[in-house]
Structure formats: structure tokens, C-alpha cells
């Protein structure tokens, strides 16, 4: 079974493998949602698969407050995820 949403904890040593190798590596089995989250830059990156690729969605701070798919029902506090 292929999840829905995938997010990744990225680090400055495993930014290439998570941006490029695993956004690939989950697009074709059919991951329909990945988010990118990278705690030193303090930034939350959503994605939606689209005709054969990512499309992002945005690009959150720990400032902001969100209703980011596929979790649209609920406005996140992103502040939490950088706590």
C-alpha cells in the first residue's frame, strides 16, 4: 500500500537525497502529498503530485498558521514543529 503524504526531516547533509533522490523515489509509486521539513532553515515546503511531477504548494515559517493539503480540514500552528 502507497501512503498519501509523506514528510521528511531534512538536514544540511541529506538535502540533495531528500529534494531529488526520494522526491523521485515517491512520486512513482504514487505518493500523492510530500512535505519537506528543514529545521535549520526553520521552513515547512509542501508538495502535490501533478501530471508526473511535484507542484509546491508554498512555503511555511514557524510564524505562520496553515491548512496545508492533504490535511486542508485542519489550520496547522507551525510554530510546533519547531519547537
Given at each position: 500500500?502507497?501512503?498519501d503524504?509523506?514528510?521528511e526531516?531534512?538536514?544540511p547533509?541529506?538535502i540533495?537525497?531528500?529534494?531529488?533522490?526520494?522526491a523521485?523515489?515517491?512520486?512513482?509509486?504514487?505518493?500523492?502529498?510530500?512535505?519537506?521539513?528543514?529545521?535549520?532553515?526553520?521552513?515547512?515546503?509542501?508538495?502535490?503530485?501533478?501530471?508526473?511531477?511535484w507542484?509546491?504548494?508554498?512555503?511555511?515559517?514557524?510564524?505562520?498558521?496553515?491548512?496545508?493539503?492533504?490535511?486542508?480540514?485542519?489550520?496547522?500552528?507551525l510554530?510546533?514543529?519547531?519547537?
Amino acid at each position: 500500500m502507497v501512503p498519501d503524504w509523506i514528510c521528511e526531516v531534512i538536514s544540511p547533509s541529506s538535502i540533495q537525497r531528500d529534494r531529488v533522490l526520494k522526491a523521485d523515489l515517491y512520486l512513482h509509486p504514487g505518493v500523492r502529498h510530500y512535505w519537506l521539513l528543514d529545521l535549520p532553515a526553520r521552513l515547512l515546503e509542501a508538495f502535490e503530485a501533478r501530471q508526473g511531477g511535484w507542484f509546491r504548494l508554498g512555503a511555511w515559517t514557524p510564524d505562520d498558521r496553515a491548512a496545508i493539503p492533504p490535511f486542508e480540514a485542519v489550520e496547522i500552528d507551525l510554530g510546533r514543529f519547531f519547537a
